[in-house]
């Protein structure tokens, strides 16, 4: 029991490793191989994977990020969403909670990569582009995005108050 919950872990480990070389290797042609493999193996040994390896369906929205950040700008470029919205979905599902804060990070990456590298009228296609497609995305993973949804608004915290928090009586 206890060692393959430890072979998961390290499965996991090892493929933020890949999918971090993968994105890598696309997005930066022209750094060499052994630093894309050091910076590949910081990025799965970092100290969100190493304080999450106790909720391993966190380490899922990790190994996803880059196969998300790579269709991202496939997006953004004006190519096929295809990849974007796959590992889109596929985060929403391995890790809802997680996820939300990678269409955070997905919506500030994009404005920012737009501003910087894009004319105006491609700014403008690239963000109705990113909106159709996470759009998309959001619509095929609600199957798991609503009932997580509707468990939240039931739990307790969702009746907190700030006034609650200020208050010393």
């Not at 910076?39 to 990790?62: C, E, K, R």
């Not at 009932?147 to 009586?169: H, V, W």
């Amino acid at each position: 029991g206890r060692l393959m919950v430890s072979i998961i872990i390290e499965l996991k480990v090892v493929m933020c490793s890949i999918t971090c070389l993968y994105f890598l290797r696309k997005t930066f042609k022209n750094v060499p191989l052994l630093l894309n493999c050091l910076l590949a193996i910081i990025y799965a040994f970092s100290g969100y994977a190493l304080v999450m390896y106790q909720i391993t369906p966190w380490i899922d929205a990790m190994y996803m990020l880059p196969l998300v950040a790579l269709g991202l700008k496939k997006v953004l470029d004006l190519e096929k969403p295809t990849l974007y919205i796959i590992t889109l979905v596929l985060s929403l599902i391995f890790s809802f909670y997680v996820s939300i804060m990678v269409v955070i990070f997905i919506f500030f990456g994009a404005f920012i990569y737009l501003y910087t590298y894009k004319t105006r009228d491609e700014l403008k296609k690239g963000i109705v582009r990113l909106g159709i497609a996470t759009f998309l995305a959001l619509l095929i993973a609600s199957f798991v995005i609503i009932p997580s949804y509707l468990e939240i608004a039931e739990s307790s915290r969702i009746g907190f108050k700030l006034r609650t928090l200020l208050n010393y009586d």
